[in-house]
C-alpha cells in the first residue's frame, strides 16, 4: 500500500457544526453553550462546505460532526446525508445527554456512519461527573456506550487525560474493553478555555503515560492520542526493544508507569498484540478543523486562523499555507527540530502555539532529549 499523502487532502475533517451543547464540561474547547451563537454557518453554508470538500484528491477526508454537540443542530441528518450522496465517509462525536436516543443511533447509521465517538473522562462516576458537571452522567455514558455497540457502530471512547484522572488509566482501559468499544483515544490536554484551570502532567508523567499506553494497547481495542504524538515515538521505542528487556528500566521510567502498568495487568490479565495506530497525522498535516462559524484552523486545540469556508477555498487554505507546509515537512525549531522521530512524532503544533505563540516551536510536554546525529 503506498503512503498517504497529506500535502494534496486532509485524512480527518472536524466540522464544529454548532457550540451549543446541554453539557458544560470543565475541559471544553468550545466552551459550550445551550443555544446556537450568531455566525453559525447555516444549512446552505453547511451544504456549500460539503460541496467544496469534493475537490480535495486523491480523497475524501472523513468528516467528523462534532460540536457543541451535533444533535443540537436541527439539520445534521439532512447535512450528514449530502456528505453521504458523495461517497464522503462521516463520522459523529455527540455529547451524552437525553437528545442520543437509540433511534439517534438508528439513524446514524441508516445515514451511514463509520464510527461514533463518546468523551469519557473517568473510571467511576465521582470522577468522569467532576468533569462532565452532570450527576448520574457516568451510568449515562455506559448506558451510551452499549447501546452504541449494541446497534452496531464502530464506537470510539474518548479521553482526555488530567492530573484528576491520570490514577483512574488502566481502570478506564479496563471499561473500554469490558464496553466492548472498538478504539480508545487519548487527549493530551492543551492549556485553553476552561481546561485551563486543570493541571497539566509533567513531561515525566507523560513519558510513563505513553508508555503505559503501549502496554494497554494490548488488549482489543485501538489505540491512538490526540496532541499527544510522542506516544508514537514511544511505539516505535517500544517495538525496537528486546522481548526480555524491561521497559521500565531501559526508558528509566518512573513511580506512575509502575502503578499504571501493574493495574492494567491485575485487571485484564495477558497482553496480546498491540493495536497501537501510529499513523503520522498532526494539527495540519492530516488534521482540519471548521469551527462553528465558518473559520478554519489547523487542529481544534491550534487557535491560528487559516481563513474561512465563507469567503476561501478550503483546499487552496489547507494546501497552500506556508504554517502547515512547514509542519507536514516537519520544519520545526528546538528538539523537535533536531529529533530523529520528528516526520512520525513532531510533537503536538497545539502546545507548542499555546506555549511559545509558535507553532512550529518544541513541544514542552515531551520528554525526549534528541540524540545529535553525527555527520
Ligand atoms: S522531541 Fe519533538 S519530535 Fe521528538 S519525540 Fe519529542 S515531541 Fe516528538
Same mark, same amino acid.
Given at each position: 500500500?503506498?503512503?498517504?499523502?497529506?500535502?494534496?487532502?486532509?485524512?480527518?475533517?472536524?466540522?464544529?457544526?454548532?457550540?451549543?451543547?446541554?453539557?458544560?464540561?470543565?475541559?471544553?474547547?468550545?466552551?459550550?453553550?445551550?443555544?446556537?451563537?450568531?455566525?453559525?454557518?447555516?444549512?446552505?453554508?453547511?451544504?456549500?462546505?460539503?460541496?467544496?470538500?469534493?475537490?480535495?484528491?486523491?480523497?475524501?477526508?472523513?468528516?467528523?460532526?462534532?460540536?457543541?454537540?451535533?444533535?443540537?443542530?436541527?439539520?445534521?441528518?439532512?447535512?450528514?446525508?449530502?456528505?453521504?450522496?458523495?461517497?464522503?465517509?462521516?463520522?459523529?462525536?455527540?455529547?451524552?445527554?437525553?437528545?442520543?436516543?437509540?433511534?439517534?443511533?438508528?439513524?446514524?447509521?441508516?445515514?451511514?456512519?463509520?464510527?461514533?465517538?463518546?468523551?469519557?473522562?473517568?473510571?467511576?462516576?465521582?470522577?468522569?461527573?467532576?468533569? *462532565?458537571? !452532570?450527576? @448520574?452522567?457516568? =451510568?449515562?455514558?455506559?448506558? #451510551?456506550? +452499549?447501546?452504541?455497540? /449494541?446497534?452496531?457502530?464502530?464506537?470510539?471512547?474518548?479521553?482526555?487525560?488530567?492530573?484528576?484522572?491520570?490514577?483512574?488509566?488502566?481502570?478506564?482501559?479496563?471499561?473500554?474493553?469490558?464496553?466492548?468499544?472498538?478504539?480508545?483515544?487519548?487527549?493530551?490536554?492543551?492549556?485553553?478555555?476552561?481546561?485551563?484551570?486543570?493541571?497539566?502532567?509533567?513531561?515525566?508523567?507523560?513519558?510513563?503515560?505513553?508508555?503505559?499506553?503501549?502496554?494497554?494497547?494490548?488488549?482489543?481495542?485501538?489505540? *491512538?492520542? !490526540?496532541? @499527544?504524538?510522542? =506516544?508514537?515515538?514511544?511505539? #516505535?521505542? +517500544?517495538?525496537?526493544? /528486546?522481548?526480555?528487556?524491561?521497559?521500565?528500566?531501559?526508558?528509566?521510567?518512573?513511580?506512575?508507569?509502575?502503578?499504571?502498568?501493574?493495574?492494567?495487568?491485575?485487571?485484564?490479565?495477558?497482553?496480546?498484540?498491540?493495536?497501537?495506530?501510529?499513523?503520522?497525522?498532526?494539527?495540519?498535516?492530516?488534521?482540519?478543523?471548521?469551527?462553528?462559524?465558518?473559520?478554519?484552523?489547523?487542529?481544534?486545540?491550534?487557535?491560528?486562523?487559516?481563513?474561512?469556508?465563507?469567503?476561501?477555498?478550503?483546499?487552496?487554505?489547507?494546501?497552500?499555507?506556508?504554517?502547515?507546509?512547514?509542519?507536514?515537512?516537519?520544519?520545526?525549531?528546538?528538539?523537535?527540530?533536531?529529533?530523529?522521530?520528528?516526520?512520525?512524532?513532531?510533537?503536538?503544533?497545539?502546545?507548542?502555539?499555546?506555549?511559545?505563540?509558535?507553532?512550529?516551536?518544541?513541544?514542552?510536554?515531551?520528554?525526549?532529549?534528541?540524540?545529535?546525529?553525527?555527520?
Amino acid at each position: 500500500m503506498s503512503p498517504v499523502n497529506f500535502e494534496q487532502a486532509p485524512i480527518l475533517l472536524f466540522w464544529e457544526t454548532t457550540k451549543a451543547c446541554l453539557l458544560a464540561c470543565r475541559h471544553c474547547r468550545a466552551e459550550a453553550i445551550a443555544e446556537g451563537v450568531p455566525g453559525q454557518l447555516t444549512t446552505e453554508e453547511g451544504m456549500r462546505l460539503i460541496d467544496d470538500l469534493r475537490t480535495f484528491t486523491p480523497r475524501f477526508p472523513v468528516i467528523i460532526f462534532t460540536g457543541g454537540d451535533p444533535f443540537m443542530r436541527a439539520d445534521l441528518y439532512e447535512l450528514a446525508a449530502h456528505a453521504r450522496s458523495y461517497g464522503m465517509p462521516i463520522g459523529f462525536a455527540p455529547s451524552v445527554t437525553p437528545l442520543l436516543t437509540r433511534e439517534a443511533a438508528r439513524r446514524m447509521h441508516e445515514v451511514g456512519a463509520k464510527a461514533v465517538s463518546i468523551s469519557l473522562d473517568g473510571a467511576d462516576a465521582k470522577t468522569h461527573e467532576g468533569v *462532565r458537571q !452532570v450527576q @448520574g452522567h457516568f =451510568f449515562k455514558t455506559e448506558e #451510551a456506550v +452499549r447501546m452504541l455497540v /449494541d446497534e452496531g457502530h464502530t464506537v470510539q471512547i474518548n479521553t482526555t487525560v488530567m492530573r484528576s484522572n491520570v490514577e483512574q488509566l488502566a481502570d478506564i482501559a479496563a471499561l473500554v474493553a469490558g464496553w466492548g468499544a472498538n478504539i480508545w483515544e487519548v487527549f493530551f490536554l492543551i492549556v485553553v478555555g476552561r481546561g485551563s484551570q486543570l493541571e497539566e502532567l509533567t513531561p515525566q508523567e507523560n513519558e510513563d503515560v505513553a508508555h503505559f499506553l503501549f502496554d494497554a494497547s494490548h488488549y482489543g481495542f485501538i489505540l *491512538r492520542t !490526540v496532541e @499527544g504524538p510522542w =506516544f508514537r515515538r514511544v511505539v #516505535a521505542q +517500544r517495538k525496537g526493544l /528486546d522481548p526480555l528487556e524491561d521497559p521500565a528500566v531501559v526508558f528509566d521510567l518512573g513511580p506512575l508507569y509502575h502503578r499504571l502498568s501493574a493495574r492494567l495487568r491485575e485487571l485484564l490479565g495477558e497482553p496480546g498484540n498491540s493495536r497501537a495506530q501510529s499513523v503520522g497525522t498532526r494539527d495540519g498535516k492530516g488534521i482540519l478543523f471548521v469551527s462553528h462559524d465558518g473559520e478554519v484552523y489547523p487542529a481544534g486545540f491550534l487557535p491560528y486562523r487559516l481563513g474561512n469556508v465563507k469567503t476561501d477555498d478550503i483546499v487552496t487554505l489547507y494546501r497552500d499555507s506556508d504554517l502547515l507546509r512547514s509542519i507536514r515537512s516537519a520544519t520545526f525549531t528546538g528538539r523537535c527540530g533536531e529529533c530523529g522521530y520528528a516526520d512520525a512524532c513532531g510533537g503536538s503544533r497545539a502546545r507548542a502555539f499555546a506555549t511559545f505563540g509558535d507553532a512550529l516551536a518544541e513541544d514542552p510536554a515531551c520528554a525526549y532529549q534528541p540524540v545529535p546525529i553525527l555527520g
